[in-house]
C-alpha cells in the first residue's frame, strides 16, 4: 500500500482550492485572481487605514521577494493595486487597493463565507482547531 506524502497532499489540496477560488471570483468580475492575489487583497482591504509596503505583503504571505513583485505586477496591470514609491524610503513602495478592488471586497467576501462553509462541511470545530495546530506547526518547522 502506498503511503500518502504530506507535501504532496497540501499540493494537491492548494491547487485544488486555487482552481475553486479562481471559479468564484471569476463570476465576480475579477479575471485571473489566484488564492495567493485573493490573500493579498483581502489583506490589504483589513489594513486600507494605514500604509502598506511590499515588504510587509511578502512576508504576510510568505513569498520571496522577486515572487511578490512579480505577483504584485500583476495585479496592478490587472487594475486591482498600485504601488508608489515610499515618501518617507525611497528603496521601499507602498502598496494600496484600487476602487475596483474595494467595490468588489464585500462580495468576494460573501463568496468566500459560502465556499468555506462547504469546504468545512462535516468537519466540527474541534477538528478544525486540530488543523490549524497542526499547520501552524508544520509552519514553525519550515522557519
Do not use: W
Amino acid at each position: 500500500m502506498m503511503r500518502r506524502k504530506i507535501p504532496f497532499e497540501i499540493k494537491i489540496l492548494d491547487n485544488m482550492l486555487n482552481r475553486k477560488i479562481c471559479e468564484n471570483v471569476k463570476k465576480e468580475g475579477i479575471s485571473n485572481v489566484s488564492h495567493v492575489q485573493a490573500d493579498i487583497l483581502s489583506y490589504l482591504y483589513r489594513n486600507k487605514d494605514r500604509i502598506i509596503y511590499q515588504n510587509e505583503v511578502e512576508k504576510k504571505i510568505g513569498v520571496r521577494r522577486s515572487t511578490i513583485s512579480g505577483i504584485l505586477k500583476t495585479m496592478e496591470k490587472n487594475g486591482l493595486i498600485i504601488r508608489n514609491d515610499s515618501s518617507e524610503d525611497a528603496r521601499k513602495k507602498e502598496v494600496s487597493l484600487t476602487l475596483k478592488s474595494i467595490k468588489k471586497h464585500d462580495d468576494l467576501e460573501k463568496k468566500v463565507e459560502i465556499f468555506e462553509k462547504e469546504l468545512l462541511k462535516g468537519i466540527s470545530y474541534e477538528e478544525k482547531e486540530i488543523f490549524f495546530k497542526v499547520i501552524d506547526k508544520l509552519k514553525d518547522n519550515l522557519k
